[in-house]
């Protein structure tokens, strides 16, 4: 009789992602190399750069202030209608909506968890690392300014820096991040550039950011993607981990299956003894010394007709004696007496 085991959807989903190799030969790790440690630490000069020229009250605000009364929505309002549309590319739902989709067929064919884990990785730094600087520096936008020419810092806004501009380069960089070949790499790479630069300026044109809070966004956004090799390690136990819980939990539904057991009958005790007895009595008949077996003859060999059989019972057989009748066996020779004259 042939089984086959009950699989639910998540069952063969890790069934999947337990098939070898797990991860292609041909997809490397990124590693920090001190060409990506000189990277990230100059954007990250050029962040804290940033931050102080717009706490300073330097010549970058008042870039901001002008900008911001040259109203771009109104200069060029025929474009407006696209702009709408295209910065809902920076939009941390409906990106991360799509970027994971994609990324979870990825996982599919290459068998790990790495790239969705990646994903998840980069959006929790993302969340504290740009959260925490906006309510830390609590700026208000544009369209919340309270007096001409100041910075607006420390008032209780939440804009700076610009987090449409950081989840772009965020959520479209990890494509590249991730890529198989390095020409993938660099066609990935351009694409997120043009991509988070047009989600700034976007906001921009809007006036929902000031041009300071793009720049810094794209500068936060950038640090991210340059510091994931950092977590690369964590992310390889995260998955590891995720598995070794996966067994645990089978193991625990697997020994979880109860056993039928036999229901009691309740038997009366005149049938209680009697099955008793029953059983006394087959254990001695089976413990008694048994007689060896006649050989069997199958052809040819000793036999009667049927019509000689006599049946035979306890007590003897049960025809009558007959003076002409000769018990089987005897010789054919000896006389038998006449009846006749």
């Known amino acids: 009789m042939r089984t086959e085991q009950n699989l639910t959807r998540l069952d ?8 070898e190799p797990e991860r292609p030969a041909h997809i490397d790790v990124p590693q920090m190399s001190r060409h990506r440690v000189a990277l990230f630490s100059a954007t990250l000069a ?22 911001m009364f040259f109203r771009p929505y109104q200069q060029w ?32 064919r290459q068998h790990t968890l790495r790239p969705l884990l990646t994903l998840g990785a980069s959006l929790l730094l993302l969340n504290i690392t740009v959260g925490a600087a906006k309510i ?29 501009t950081a989840n772009a380069v965020v959520t479209w960089g990890i494509l590249a991040y991730l ?14 550039a043009v ?26 956004g950038l640090l991210i993607l340059l510091g994931l090799p950092w977590c690369e390690p964590l992310i390889a136990r995260a998955e590891a981990w995720i598995f070794t819980l996966r067994d645990r939990l089978r193991d625990r539904r697997a020994g979880a299956v109860p056993v039928p057991t036999p229901v009691p009958v309740a038997v009366p005790l005149k049938q209680r003894a009697s099955a008793g007895q029953q059983d006394e009595t087959i254990a001695a008949h089976e413990a008694a010394p048994r007689p060896p077996r006649a050989p069997v003859h199958l052809a040819p060999g000793p036999h009667t007709a049927r019509a000689e059989r006599a049946p035979v019972t306890p007590v003897g057989s049960r025809r009558p004696p007959h003076a002409d009748r000769l018990p089987h066996g005897s010789t054919t020779s000896a006389a038998r007496p006449l009846t006749g004259g």
Request: aromatic share 14%; proline share 3%.
């Open 12 to 19: 063969r989903v890790f069934a999947r992602l337990d098939r």
């Open 77 to 108: 309002s025929e474009i407006h209608w696209f702009v709408d549309y295209y910065v809902v590319l920076g939009q941390r739902g409906p990106t991360a909506v799509m970027v994971c989709a994609w990324l979870g067929w990825r996982s599919w």
């Open 46 to 67: 050029f962040y804290l750069a940033i931050v102080w020229l717009v706490v300073t009250t330097s010549w970058l605000v008042r870039l901001d202030w002008q900008v």
């Open 179 to 192: 890529a198989s070949t390095p020409r993938a790499r660099r066609w990935l790479s351009a694409l997120s």
């Open 195 to 220: 991509t988070s630069l047009g989600v700034g300026l976007a906001t921009v044109y809007l006036g929902t950011h000031w041009l300071s809070d793009v720049i810094l966004g794209w500068a936060a």
């Open 136 to 164: 830390g520096m609590g700026r208000l936008g544009p369209h919340y300014a309270t007096a001409i020419g100041s910075n607006e810092m420390g008032l209780g806004g939440d804009i700076f820096p610009s987090g449409h």
